[in-house]
Structures are given as C-alpha cells and as structure tokens.
C-alpha cells in the first residue's frame, strides 16, 4: 500500500545560500526543519498549477477500459486505477465521471473486484467507493465490506500487520464505522501498541523497524480514529520531522534518498494530525513534489527515476490537494 518500490542512493552536497528578495507568487527561499540549508517554497498558485497539470496527464492517459496501468499504454491495472481515482477525486473530479467516452475508472474497478482475501485490495476498493459517493450505508451492505471484516482479528489488528490495519482503519471510518465503535476503538489501540521508540511505526506489529510510510498511514487512521492530539500522535510527528531530508522530501526511512511517494505519505500524515504544527514541513514537501513534475505534467518517482508515473502521479495528488484519506466525494464537500 506503500511505495516499497527499489530505491537508489545519492550523496547530496548543501550550499548555504543567502534570503533572497522575491516578487509576489515567486518561490520562497525559507530554512529547512532539519539542518538549516535553505529550500525553495513553491506558492499557492504555482501548488495548484502543477496538481491541474497533473490531473491532466492522468485524464490523458486514461486506457478505454476505463482503468490505468502503470504507465501510459500500459494493461490497466486495479492498483494503479485505484490510486488514480483517489487522486483525481482529490482535485474535484468525481470518478464515476473519469471516462474516455467508454467505462468510467470506477466503473473498471466494479468489473475488476478485488480477492475477498486480498485484505489491501478490499481496503481500497472501500476508499475509491466513498470517494465515489457511494454512501457509507450502501457501503457498509456490500460484500467487499464483510469480506474486508472477516480479514480483522480479535485482537483489533487486520493480518497483524500496521500498514493493513491502518487502512482497515480507514476503510471502516469510510464505510461509516463512527469513531467510538469497538471496531474502530479496538483497531486504533492495537495501533497505537505497535509504536516504537523511536516514535515511528514498521509494516508489522513489534518489534519492527521503523519507516516513513507507515508512520504517515499510521497517523491519518489515528486521526480518522478521532485522535489528533496526545503522546502517540507527537512523537509520531516527531520521527517525521526528524526524517524529513533538506531538499523536503522523504525517503521511505532515515537516511534514504527523497521520492515522491513516501513524501507524499508523510505529506497526508502531517496534513490530517498536524495544523500549525507542521506547516512549514508540509510546504517544503508540497514545492519538493512539484519539483519531480515532468514537461507532460506526471510526477516523476524521484530526480533518477520515472518509474510508475500513474501511481506516483496519483498518490502525488492527494498530496498536492492536501487531502489525507479517506477521501470525500467532491460532491458532498462543503
């Protein structure tokens, strides 16, 4: 559910560089959160031109399926379409209207059921849905849902696994599950069990090393969970912060080179618990994105690499458009 994807590593090498007088809408230079150097700060209009010229790219390169592979002129895949869905209803497209004159993208996910074992597919079946409209009674009714269920131990955990259980989490909530029920309550503090020291959170239950793609997903279910504020929640934030590299982005843990998906993650992570708290990280993430987006306007995996650009570009726009899951259907937002 992460972008466990192969990553390379690169030596950076910071110049310190003076404040810099700017016009209004010009980058802003401001000092990164972790070791001083300076980074660009893209602005507000220049953070929703490149989320328009990704949802563009996306709507371009729509297969006549209906879905998405990974790639343009790629086999669909459900995956990928799915995190495409969620990404252009991030931006206010509603994806049962997402359609080249053929099947619409959810109407290719409708076709393309996920496994009723298949614990990560159902999960984000029961996301697209909600983003979709479809109400959280009807989803509640559906097969996927139960099947989803009977994949969760008694124990609150879904496989004993964080990053199942923290989209399980979100699932429930965007099923309508109220934050106070027992399966919600039950999920969130297996959750919270499961922090280590270091205040992140690993794949697994304890012990398991800590990384940044599972500590933002941990920290969107707990605030969907109705928990913002408290111990687990700050130093939750805190081992983001302390991982966040001085070009803004993430790498998936300490120490390893920035991609978009793991900043994008922690992107969502900071935005649902965060506030005020963790502005200025969120804006350096949000002008570190916008600097991977190519000349067709797909964001790139990272400055070597291109790899998965509907994915990426995808799970790009739910941070662009500073939507922490689960994801509202355009049509009911206030």
């Known amino acids: 559910m992460g972008s466990y994807l192969g990553r390379g590593r690169a030596l950076l090498t910071l110049v310190a560089i003076a404040l810099l007088a700017i016009s209004v809408g010009a980058a802003l230079i401001i000092p990164s959160l972790r070791d001083g150097s300076r980074s660009a700060i893209s602005s507000a209009g220049q953070i929703g031109a490149a989320s328009e010229h ?30 495409v869905a969620l990404g252009l209803a991030a931006t206010g497209r509603e994806p049962d209207r997402v359609s080249r004159g053929g099947p619409s993208v959810t109407e290719y996910l409708r076709v393309h059921t996920p496994s009723p074992t ?36 008694d124990n609150g955990s879904f496989e004993n696994l964080v990053n199942l259980t923290a989209f399980g989490v979100l699932a429930m909530r965007a099923a309508g599950e109220p934050q106070d029920s027992d399966r919600v309550r039950r999920s969130v503090t297996w959750l919270r069990d499961q922090q280590n020291l270091d205040g992140g959170f690993g794949f697994s239950a304890r012990p398991s090393t800590s990384d940044v793609d599972d500590t933002a997903a941990t920290l969107q279910a707990l605030a969907a969970g ?39 993650w922690a992107t969502q992570g900071l935005i649902a618990v965060g506030g005020e708290r963790s502005d200025t990280a969120v804006r350096s993430t949000l002008s570190y994105l916008c600097s991977l987006q190519a000349s067709d306007g797909s964001i790139r995996y990272s400055q070597g690499s291109a790899q998965t650009p509907m994915w990426v570009t995808g799970q790009g726009l739910l941070a662009l458009s500073r939507r922490p899951l689960p994801v509202e259907a355009p049509g009911s937002r206030p």
């Open 226 to 264: 109705g928990q913002r504020r408290g111990l687990t929640v700050d130093r939750a934030m805190g081992y983001l912060l302390r991982a966040q590299r001085s070009d803004g982005g993430f790498g998936q843990a300490f120490g390893e080179t920035s991609n978009a998906q793991s900043t994008s």
């Open 54 to 83: 990704a949802a563009e790219y996306l709507l371009r390169s729509q297969n006549r399926d209906g879905g998405f592979g990974e790639a343009r002129a790629r086999d669909s895949a459900q995956v990928s379409s799915a995190w």
């Open 118 to 153: 298949d614990a990560a597919s159902l999960e984000r079946s029961i996301l697209v849905a909600r983003a979709a409209g479809v109400s959280p009674r009807k989803l509640r009714r559906r097969a996927s849902y139960e099947a989803l269920l009977g994949r969760r131990a």
